[in-house]
């Protein structure tokens, strides 16, 4: 049963394997649009944070230091292991001046709407259903991070929500996976 969404609203990709073939996919398309789509998956930011980067902000860090355009406040992100061995990869012709995800035209990042073209266009060549886009990445991060940790405060505080069960609603853990959790509990 799948829950109900609001025109707007994307979900987070729940399946493993789903997310490994979305990067198989990219990476045969653009090595720039695989990695936007693993750092977005790893860092948990939103697109509009994401895209002004530059080679320096993330070279040689363990932190992505970031002010966020929504909020207008400073971000502090630890970088997985994951995120630094992709971006030292990523970056290793490129000057610290560069921009990570440079635009084919012009001499700006890409925009919002073709990093939405980008994975909405890879979620359905790779036949995954339902509403995808650039804020499936950071709902992804969620999702798992909540999956692997269980600890929705932490994950409260890194998307800088007012309460966990904001954060719950917002990567997809609501009253229908309740049910499907207490359906399988036993004592």
């Known amino acids: 049963m ?25 990476l045969h398309q653009s090595y720039r649009d695989y990695f936007l789509f693993t750092f977005g998956i790893n860092s948990g ?35 997985t292991s994951v995120l630094k061995q992709e971006i030292e990869k990523y970056t290793r012709q490129m000057a610290d001046s560069d921009l990570l995800f440079p ?8 925009g919002r709407e073709t990093a939405w073209r980008i994975i909405n266009n890879a979620a359905q060549a790779c036949g995954i259903e339902g509403a995808t886009g650039t804020h499936s990445m950071r709902k992804t991060f969620g999702y ?21 069960s904001v954060t719950l609603r917002y990567i997809g853990v609501t009253l229908e996976t309740a049910d499907q959790l207490l359906e399988q509990f036993c004592l």
């Not at 002004?52 to 630890?78: A, C, G, W």
């Not at 635009?103 to 890409?110: A, E, H, L, V």
């Not at 798992?144 to 929500?161: E, P, R, S």
Request: glycine share 4%; net charge positive; charged share 25%.
């Open 144 to 164: 798992h991070f909540y999956q692997q940790t269980k600890d929705v405060a932490t994950l409260q505080q890194i998307f800088g929500h007012s309460a966990p």
């Open 2 to 26: 799948a829950v109900k969404q609001g025109q707007n609203t994307v979900n987070p990709i729940r399946d493993l394997e789903q997310i490994q073939i979305i990067k198989e996919y990219l």
């Open 45 to 79: 930011l939103r697109i509009n944070d994401i895209l002004k980067l530059r080679v320096i902000d993330v070279r040689n860090t363990d932190y992505l230091q970031v002010k966020e355009k929504k909020t207008n406040q400073t971000r502090k992100v630890r970088m």
């Open 103 to 110: 635009s084919r035209k012009g001499t700006g990042p890409i």
